[in-house]
């Protein structure tokens, strides 16, 4: 089922449509035209955090994990990224390094876009230009309520919020009614809600039991998203 109108689904989601999606064709083509694509295996690294960006990043296919790592070496996964999102343009527009890392979740193929092609199209593109506003002023707005879900809302609380988002990524020729299937390790599921990972699954276990899902390996194959939304408990 759709959860459109029963759960805010974008206070916690970067916006489905890509930021090139129905781009004037010279502005797409000036962007394009030097880009290098390139096949990620699972675990391959795009980006690390710390690094000069020579370039931003367009997933063509696939899902990529942001994620930061602490001095104890324990990873946090920031944000699922997926197909038609940008990753890396924050540090090409600040002149930084990169704030956070980047890896394939999955095989995914993602073209580079050298910042000088990046830059002279958004400086003559104003519909590339007020696209990346908005897109910033609304994934300002996710961020925010993400540190307020890590300081206020107990783990089981944050993993169904996750697997509902997560929900709508894995989404694929998607029809009412139909289960959806999430395929992610226990080990970055546990990063991603900020929890152990004996947690986590001891959490997917309660949720299997009462009906909500079912795992098969490292798939999480949801079947009741209402009850997931219930256990969030976010309006």
């Known amino acids: 089922m759709s959860i459109k109108g029963i759960f805010p689904i974008d206070k916690w989601n970067f916006r489905r449509e890509s930021i090139l999606a129905g781009l004037p064709e010279g502005d797409l083509k000036g962007l394009m035209a030097h880009r290098l694509e390139q096949v990620y295996d699972k675990g391959e690294i795009i980006f690390r955090e710390g ?5 931003i990043f367009f997933i063509v296919e696939g899902k990529i994990k942001k994620f930061k790592v602490d001095p104890g070496g324990r990873e946090q996964i920031i944000y699922v990224a997926n197909t038609g999102e940008l ?6 527009l600040s002149e930084e390094r990169y704030p956070d890392s980047a890896a394939a979740l999955e095989k995914s193929r993602v073209a580079f876009i050298p910042k000088e092609d990046f830059l002279d199209i958004l400086d003559r593109s104003p519909v590339l230009s007020r696209r990346l506003l908005k897109t910033l002023s609304h994934e300002f707005g996710v961020l925010a309520n993400a ?8 783990a089981r609380q ?6 509902i988002v997560l929900r709508e990524k894995y ?11 999430i395929t992610l390790s226990r080990d ?4 991603l809600v900020g929890a152990t990972r004996e947690s986590v699954v001891r959490m997917l276990t309660e949720l299997k039991e009462e009906g909500i899902l079912e ?3 490292r798939k999480i194959i949801v079947h009741d998203v209402n009850k997931l939304i219930r256990i969030a408990d976010f309006h």
């Not at 540190?147 to 107990?154: D, E, M, R, T, Y």
Request: charged share 15%; aromatic share 10%; proline share 9%.
């Open 51 to 55: 690094g000069f960006p020579q370039g």
């Open 87 to 92: 990753m890396g343009y924050h540090a090409v």
């Open 147 to 154: 540190v307020s879900l890590f300081a206020q809302k107990p």
């Open 158 to 163: 944050r993993l169904a919020l996750q697997l």
């Open 171 to 181: 989404k694929v020729d998607f029809s009412p009614g139909m289960p959806v299937t």
């Open 188 to 191: 970055d599921l546990a990063s």
């Open 215 to 217: 795992t098969k390996g």
